[in-house]
Nanobody
Framework: QVQLVESGGGAVQAGGSLRLSCTAS????????MGWFRQAPGKDREGVAV??????NRYYGSSWYGRVTISQDNANNTLQINTLKPEDTGMYYC??????????????????WGQGTQVTVSS
């Protein structure tokens, strides 16, 4: 199993930035991808970004491209979000995948999830 702990969420004004962190422990050698997802109240889960732990290739959700950067350092990864908007508000989850990614933005390919960190953006 893989345990994931997110941190870095908080309240920020529109236009600001946040850096979210995810620390993984346990069977991290089995992890091929680490990603971030946003869950807003009443909305479907949305893929924000994912990174390959092997190739360091990065993939971004279409509505996030240009505003977020995902990076990794051993068992940790970070998500830098810039130019935050009120509609970015939600719970942000870190997740890991062992296999191949298919339709990664749905999150269905991911095996383990953290508890989430709340991001609230005010106008």
């Amino acid at each position: 199993q893989v345990q994931l702990v997110e941190s870095g969420g908080g309240a920020v004004q529109a236009g600001g930035s946040l850096r979210l962190s995810c620390t993984a422990s346990g069977a991290i050698a089995s992890v091929n991808f680490m990603g971030w997802f946003r869950q807003a109240p009443g909305k479907d889960r949305e893929g924000v970004a994912v990174i390959s732990t092997i190739t360091n290739n990065r993939y971004y959700g279409s509505s996030w491209y240009g505003r977020v950067t995902i990076s990794q350092d051993n068992a940790n990864n970070t998500l830098q979000i810039n130019t935050l908007k009120p509609e970015d508000t939600g719970m942000y989850y870190c997740a890991t995948a062992r296999g191949l990614l298919a339709d990664w933005e749905t999150g269905k390919a991911f095996d383990y999830w953290g508890q989430g960190t709340q991001v609230t953006v005010s106008s």
